[in-house]
C-alpha cells in the first residue's frame, strides 16, 4: 500500500487518514506502513482499530470536522482520559475547562471524553500528536519511548514522598519535562497526581527484597516496571488493568502493584490480602495539548490554556488527596493486612541497575541529581 500523509478528517471518522476513501480496517495496515516514512501518520499499537470502538469515535467526527474547516472558529477542545467520570484527573481538567469559559468570555471551552471511549492511551496519544484531539490526559509510559526525560520521574525509590514529587515538578524541573514534550508535537501542560505505588499480593507481607522471590507480580506493559520487578527477584507479568482481578482469583499471578484508590476501586483488596507499603513509584501523569492546534492559538489564548491547566493542579491534588484518604480506609475496614516497610534501603540498593539502563543521557543525570537533592534532609 502507498503510504499516506495525514492532512485532513473524514467526515465520518474523526481519525486523520489522508484517505478520500475510508476502508476501515483495511487503513491499519496503510498507517502502519506509512509510519516507516517521514510524514506524519498515525501508528496504531496492538490489533487494527475496530468497527465498535470507530462508531464510538463518530460523536467527535463532527467536531472534529468542523475544525479542519476553521480552527479560529472558538470550537470546544476536545480532551480524552481512560479513567472515568469522577475520577481527579477528569473533574480537574473539567474544572480547567471552567476557568476557560470563565476567563475567555466563552470562547475556550473544553468537551471531555472520559473512561477510555476514544481508545487506550497510546492511541489517544498518537490521535493527538497529529491533531485529531486537543487535549490529553496520559500516564507516563507511552511517553517514556518517545522522550528520554520523561522515564526519570518513573524511576524507582526516586521521590521520597508525594509532598518531595509535587516540590520537585512544581518548579524548574517539571517544567524541563513538560518542555522536552515540544519537539514531539505535545505540548506538556502540567503534572497530575498519580499515587504512591505500593505491593499486594495473596500469600504474605513483604518485608524485605528476598519476599519478593518467585512472586509473579503484574506490573503495566512497560520495560521500567519489568525491569523493576525482576530486579527485585519477582516474575513480572504484563497485563491490563482490568485483567488483574481475575488473574487475582485464579491464581495466575501472585500479586501486583499500585495506589489505594486503584487496589481498591478495582477490587482487588479482596483477591489480595496482603498490601505492603513499598512506595517504590510516586510518578505523575501528565496532561497534552497537540501541538497542531497549540499553534493555531493566539498568544493570549495559549497564555489562557497555560495558566488555566496550572490552576487545576491544586484541584486536582484536592480531590486526589480525599480519593485517597477514602479508599484507605474501605481497605483497613476490610481486614486486609497493611505493612510499613522499614528497610526500604534494601530496596533502593537493587534499584541501581535499573536505573543505570534507563538513565543514560547527561540530561536525564541531572534531573535525577536536582531531585535527590531536594528530598528532605539532603
Not at 502540567?190 to 512472586?215: A, H, Q, V, W
Not at 500479586?255 to 482487588?268: I, K, L, Q, V
Request: hydrophobic share 40%; net charge negative; glycine share 8%.
Amino acid at each position: 500500500m502507498t503510504p499516506v500523509t495525514i492532512d485532513k478528517v473524514c467526515a465520518s471518522c474523526p481519525i486523520v487518514c489522508g484517505r478520500d476513501k475510508c476502508r476501515g480496517e483495511e487503513d491499519h495496515e496503510t498507517r502502519q506502513s506509512a509510519f516507516k516514512t517521514d510524514k506524519p501518520v498515525l501508528r496504531m499499537s496492538g490489533t487494527a482499530l475496530s468497527m465498535t470502538r470507530r462508531q464510538s469515535l463518530l460523536a467527535m467526527g463532527a467536531t472534529a470536522g468542523l475544525a479542519a474547516c476553521g480552527e479560529r472558529s472558538g470550537r470546544d477542545l476536545l480532551s480524552a482520559d481512560s479513567h472515568p467520570d469522577g475520577y481527579p484527573t477528569v473533574e480537574a481538567v473539567r474544572e480547567m475547562g471552567r476557568l476557560l469559559d470563565e476567563r475567555s468570555g466563552g470562547r475556550l471551552r473544553i468537551k471531555m471524553y472520559a473512561g477510555g471511549q476514544l481508545g487506550s492511551e497510546r492511541d489517544t496519544l498518537e490521535i493527538t500528536t497529529f491533531g485529531g484531539l486537543d487535549l490529553n490526559r496520559v500516564n507516563l509510559a507511552p511517553l517514556n519511548s518517545i522522550e528520554p526525560l520523561t522515564t526519570v520521574p518513573a524511576l524507582p525509590f526516586l521521590f521520597s514522598s508525594t509532598a518531595h514529587m509535587r516540590m520537585a515538578l512544581d518548579g524548574p524541573v517539571g517544567d524541563r519535562i513538560l518542555d522536552s514534550l515540544a519537539p514531539h508535537d505535545l505540548i506538556g501542560l502540567c503534572f497530575y497526581d498519580s499515587g504512591e505505588r505500593s505491593f499486594y499480593n495473596t500469600r504474605k507481607p513483604i518485608l524485605t527484597p528476598d519476599d519478593m522471590l518467585g512472586l509473579k507480580i503484574r506490573v503495566p506493559n512497560s520495560d521500567l516496571y519489568v525491569a523493576m520487578i525482576k530486579a527485585l527477584g519477582a516474575d513480572a507479568t504484563p497485563m491490563s488493568l482490568g485483567e488483574v482481578y481475575q488473574a487475582l482469583v485464579q491464581g495466575v499471578i501472585d500479586g501486583a502493584e499500585n495506589n489505594w484508590p486503584s487496589f481498591e476501586s478495582g477490587r482487588h483488596f479482596e483477591a489480595a490480602p496482603y498490601y505492603s507499603l513499598t512506595r517504590h513509584i510516586i510518578a505523575p501523569e501528565v496532561l497534552v495539548m497537540s501541538a497542531s492546534r497549540w499553534r493555531k492559538l493566539p498568544d493570549a489564548d495559549k497564555a489562557l490554556v497555560k495558566q488555566a491547566a496550572r490552576d487545576s493542579v491544586p484541584y486536582m491534588r484536592q480531590l486526589w488527596d480525599a480519593r485517597v484518604e477514602q479508599s484507605r480506609a474501605t481497605i483497613m475496614a476490610s481486614g486486609v493486612e497493611v505493612n510499613e516497610v522499614a528497610d526500604l534501603g534494601a530496596f533502593q540498593e537493587q534499584m541501581r541497575p535499573v536505573w543505570d539502563r534507563f538513565v543514560k543521557t547527561d540530561a536525564q543525570k541531572e534531573l535525577v541529581s536536582e531531585i535527590e537533592n531536594m528530598r528532605p534532609g539532603s
